[in-house]
């Protein structure tokens, strides 16, 4: 019984440190080369948020919901032109320098 009690809460800890890297931030959707000027990053969605420390940050996305240059319910062309974006809420976490977007809820206009 005691091994059994000490594998639940190695598993309950190790699942606990696993998500803790994932939050949601309230980002712009970008194109990773015309907006966010991401170097050596080609016509890709990209997202651009404020920092802890208050700077722009952006990262290249990533994961299931990127789809060819677009991302989960919007599409490439609707953000590769300098300046233009599309609000959302970004849930995920950052993976080699790439945000690995889990959730993508744009907000509506």
């Known amino acids: ?10 598993f309950v800890f ?9 939050h949601a931030v309230q980002a712009k959707i ?9 170097k050596g990053a080609g016509c ?4 651009s ?11 290249l996305l990533s994961g299931k919901l990127v789809k060819g ?13 300098p ?4 609000a959302a809420t970004v849930t995920g976490k950052v993976v080699d320098g790439k945000f690995n977007a889990e959730k993508i809820v744009a907000k509506k206009k």
């Open 1 to 10: 019984m005691k091994y059994i009690t000490t594998f639940a809460l190695a």
């Open 14 to 22: 190790t699942a606990f440190v696993a998500l803790a890297d994932h």
């Open 30 to 38: 970008v194109c990773g080369k015309c907006t966010a000027k991401i």
């Open 44 to 47: 890709s969605a990209a997202i």
């Open 49 to 59: 948020y404020k920092g802890k420390d208050g700077k722009e940050v952006s990262y």
């Open 69 to 81: 240059k677009g991302c989960e319910g919007i599409s490439h062309g609707t953000i590769c032109k």
């Open 83 to 86: 300046g233009s974006s599309v």
